[in-house]
């Protein structure tokens, strides 16, 4: 499958690149952007037409709503380069569909297919060089969209703005992840906006996640807020559990984020043949587990954070460490994920789009 390109775009190009500053071996996830940025406007009650022009600031009135009452949403997705130089998207559609989801939930504006896809296309045309070869190197996505109308009054926006920014990225953590079970703050709550990929629902994990960070712990294991018994999603991925041969993982919800990693990596495990259960996960069954050596591996699985096995977790003050094993799962589905992603295994699924 490949993008085409139908949607009228005004572009003004950077006089200069930025890349040759750039060190591609160290970088910081999330801190350098590439040499453009897409801008799209609504206003009137219409989406205006895109622009993509060089990265940089811009000015919103500080009465903005984005400012006061947090309306605004993302959506996180990567492109990939394969060893032909062709630059790959993986399953956009869902991504797409996602973020009009969260619009909708978040009271803001569809954005139309044309200028979410074409867009995409187009920016990442341009900026093709910053997307590096070879497993691990990545371009990171960051389609988003804000509040800007002025006004303090607490009702939606009649103005907003789409934009696409793009970041060299590698690893989302690097180094150890161990969590602490959540048994008092959480994450979302049912008829709440869990599901969106709302900019809120990661601001109100940053206090949590700093006491966690105090005791040593890099992220939280977010259980249900009604009884904290049933183990949701970790930190900011969708969390798997493996018990003896046996992948657990909770069902989607009002509560829990429909992640694209998640749903690819549950195809992949049923296609190796693996037993795979989507369903309530109980605190008390993964604790047990621990003590009787059945619970083998716990990963988190999400766009930046690809999949990330976790070495240890805490429930009530003690702090149970997995073992390490040889065929872990993780590792596995990691390994087949990332594959179809470069392009060096066959996309059966056909979840890759060429850019
Ligand atoms: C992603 O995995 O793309 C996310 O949205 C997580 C983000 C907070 C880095």
Redesign the pocket.
Known sequence: MSLKNTLEIDLIKASTSKIDTIDFENLA??NVFTDHMLVCDFKEGAWQKPIIKPYEPFLIDPSAKVFHYGQAI????KAYKDDQDAVWLFRPEENFKRFNKSAVRMAMPEVPENIFMDGLKTILDLDRNWVKKGIGNTL?IRPFMIAVGSGVIAQPSTQYRFMIILSPAKA?YSGEVKVIIAEHYSRAANGGIGAA?AAGN?SAQFYPTKLANEKGFQQIIWTDDATHTKLEEAG??NVFFRINDTLLTAPTSERILDGVTRKSLIDLAKREGIDVEIRSVLVEEIVNAAKDGSLKEIFGA????VVSPISAFSFKDVEYTLPKIEHSFALQLKEKLTYIQYKKAEDTFNWTVKV
């Open positions: 996830f999330g993302f959506e996180g997705m990171y989302y990929k990661y900011t991925m999400g766009t930046a954070a």
